[in-house]
């Protein structure tokens, strides 16, 4: 089996300045009167594991645990501080669906920039846009501007579009479903669908009944590291136990 | 060993998708900026045009006159508006852009510098529209285009990697201290003034145009005048000028931007 991800002393640590106002005024009167002191926050430490093709893995933790930034890492956004860390194939990151699409552009412009975003290309999109208007059920407000969408609709037709192709790598930040109703059940059943079709996936997930269906491994972080790595039943019951 | 195809994905380092990105990301700066105007995109012919007008009635009494035999200041006048908008605008669009996408770049893993280009291209683009309504103004002023007229786009192509580059080094900064933006914005003012956008050279003191000389977008202006209707002389010196400040920034702006965004991505 080939590794999909590979970490190895995977570190992630940034700058805080004790001052929290930003601006160079302050920063040079500080640094005059030696005010300035930088801080290391360190959100991920030491962390090794590797992901074979076709996982599951889940991660699990609480606020603040580092889950997240790790995602974060995977998804390409911020290199590491220490230690190595190897992704392969394509990753279609799940955090904050929706996250550029541009209010003053139609729904056609939103699917096309989108999925532009998402590294694909654009002459396959275009053949496949009004596929993915149809999925959302947006078909009739498919050439208004995004600002005339109803909510819902923004949700649903990010979801269209982010699961329209099924990545190598997926990333999922707690969205399991969007919408309500028929589209939540319908949404649902897409993304079981593509955990199951053979993609890997790192799941975020604080519903830990989802986690426990899904999971082929759970990964628990606390305070930025690994806590427990191990079969779903285990760590979950352990997690547990800890009161989390 | 097989040489490596030369395509403008290796040069970038960017994918093929990554540049029908950058295209896309051109496009709609160029649409959403004037979207809810009546006239649209005319803006972009009637802007620079309209700007010359207020500055000729102002200058043109001071300066017409003081202008080499065979120049006309009205195209003088709105050459120097063009580029200098275009400098001043791709600039600071380039420098806001990565901060403006901070919700992107720290979801999604595109090159954050796609962004920065776009807005530099964009300019250009505006630049090169802008051209039409100087070309009729040097007919109006009994002028006619250069056939040096294609240098026009090579000057433009080293203005753009100019302002892509220090726009990038300015994102950097602009995410990390939020009154830097005032700094720039008077320094920027400041540069302008420096060049000869409005008033001809040859009314400064001797000490004061060796200053302007030494400000390279005088070298960019003074090609572009040439080149587009002959009103202005641009030595090989300015040449040289253009195509070494055109690319050590670019390389600089791009070596900083590498060297810190890793660091300040997580201030987004």
């Known amino acids: ?244 | 060993m097989r040489a490596k195809k030369l395509s403008l994905s290796s040069l970038t380092g960017f994918s093929k998708n990554n540049l029908q990105l950058l295209r896309l990301l051109v496009q709609q700066e160029l649409t959403l900026r004037y979207k809810r105007s009546v006239i649209g995109i005319g803006w972009t012919l009637l802007n620079p045009m309209l700007t010359s007008f207020v500055l000729w009635i102002v200058f043109s009494f001071l300066f017409a006159g003081k202008l080499q035999a065979g120049q006309q200041f009205a195209p003088y006048l709105m050459a120097g508006i063009l580029l200098s908008t275009f400098f001043n605008q791709g600039l600071l669009q380039a420098a806001n852009s990565i901060a403006a996408n901070g919700g992107i770049l720290t979801k999604v893993a595109v090159p954050p510098k796609i962004f920065a280009f776009a807005a530099s291209l964009a300019a250009y683009t505006n630049f090169l529209i802008g051209l039409i309504p100087l070309a009729l103004v040097v007919y109006i002023s009994g002028q006619s285009l250069s056939i040096n007229l294609p240098i026009v786009f090579i000057m433009g192509f080293f203005l753009a990697l100019f302002v892509a580059g220090i726009g990038l080094a300015l994102s950097v900064i602009f995410i990390r201290f939020d009154d830097a933006k005032n700094i720039i914005n008077v320094l920027l003012l400041i540069l302008i003034y420096l060049t000869p956008v409005f008033y001809p050279l040859s009314i400064l003191s001797e000490q004061m145009q060796r200053l302007v000389n030494l400000n390279p977008l005088t070298s960019y202006l003074d090609i572009f005048r040439w080149s587009f209707s002959g009103n202005a002389i641009a030595s090989v010196g300015d040449f040289i000028y253009l195509a070494v400040t055109g690319i050590f920034f670019f390389v600089i702006g791009n070596y900083i931007f590498k060297r810190y965004w890793p660091r300040t991505v997580s201030m987004l």
């Open chain 1, 1 to 244: 089996m080939s590794d999909v991800i590979k970490a190895q002393g995977v570190d992630f640590s940034y700058r805080v300045l004790t001052n929290h106002q930003s601006s160079l005024k302050t920063l040079f009167k500080d640094f005059v009167n030696r005010k300035v002191r930088i801080e290391n926050y360190q959100a991920l430490k030491d962390l090794s594991f590797s992901v074979t093709k076709g996982e599951t893995v889940a991660i699990i933790g609480k606020n603040g645990a580092g889950k997240s930034t790790l995602l974060k890492l995977l998804a390409q956004v911020v290199p590491p501080t220490t230690g190595q860390l190897k992704v392969i194939g394509s990753v279609a990151p799940m955090i904050e669906l929706g996250a550029g699409f541009n209010p003053e552009l139609t729904g056609r412009e939103n699917i096309i920039f989108y999925s532009a975003l998402l590294g694909r290309d654009i002459k396959e999109v275009k053949a496949r846009v009004e596929e993915i208007a149809d999925w959302a059920g947006i078909t009739d407000h498919l050439d208004y501007q995004l600002r005339t969408f109803s909510s819902g609709m923004i949700a649903r037709l990010a979801f269209s579009t982010a699961t329209d192709q099924v990545p190598d790598l997926l990333l999922i930040d707690e969205v399991l479903s969007v919408g309500d109703g028929e589209f939540a059940f319908k949404s649902k059943k897409r993304m079981q669908e593509i955990i199951t079709s053979g993609t890997t996936v790192i799941l975020v997930s604080h519903d830990l009944v989802t986690v426990a269906q899904l999971a082929n491994r759970v990964i628990w972080l606390e305070k930025g590291a690994m806590k427990m790595v191990g079969n779903p039943s285990e760590v979950i019951a352990a997690y547990q136990l800890s009161g989390g």
